[in-house]
């Protein structure tokens, strides 16, 4: 008996499988008689991968790194805002009325807003731009 691992071509699920000889693994793809236990694709081959990484292992890695770059993104996001924009915490609806209608003033603000007041600013006019915040001590 001989133990390969397995790779779907479609879903990348690998798995392990035994064959009493080395032309088994042939003779069976060709019969359509080994599919993917993931998805149940035929195509399949075998895999040089190391057995013990799995497919949810991976997966949670790319979430985390995915993750991670998103967070960065929006760091550097904040970042820009703050060194480019005032603060005006809660009162942001106010000031950013007061912005809108008194054109004279000009300067780009930020800070919070419930999104009732979000929806007030919009069908005012007042475009604003919502993003997730992630607060420094979180660091
Ligand atoms: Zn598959």
């Known amino acids: 008996m001989i133990k390969y691992n397995l790779i779907c071509d479609k879903c990348k699920f690998t798995f392990n499988s035994w064959f009493s000889a080395s032309s088994e ?8 008689l080994i599919t993917c236990t993931y998805c149940g694709s035929y195509k399949i081959s075998k895999s040089i991968m190391s057995p013990n990484v799995s497919r949810i292992e991976q997966i949670d890695k790319n979430k985390i790194k995915i993750k991670k770059e998103v967070r960065k993104k929006i760091l550097e996001y904040q970042k820009f805002i703050k060194e480019n ?14 912005l809108h209608y008194d054109k004279k003033k000009s300067k780009t603000i930020y800070g919070k807003a419930t999104q009732e007041e979000i929806n007030d600013l919009d069908e005012e006019g007042i475009e604003t731009t919502t993003i997730p915040w992630i607060k420094d001590n979180e660091n």
């Open 85 to 98: 924009s005032t603060y005006v915490g809660k009162d942001f609806a106010y000031e950013a009325r007061s």
């Open 25 to 32: 693994f042939d003779r069976l793809k060709k019969k359509k």
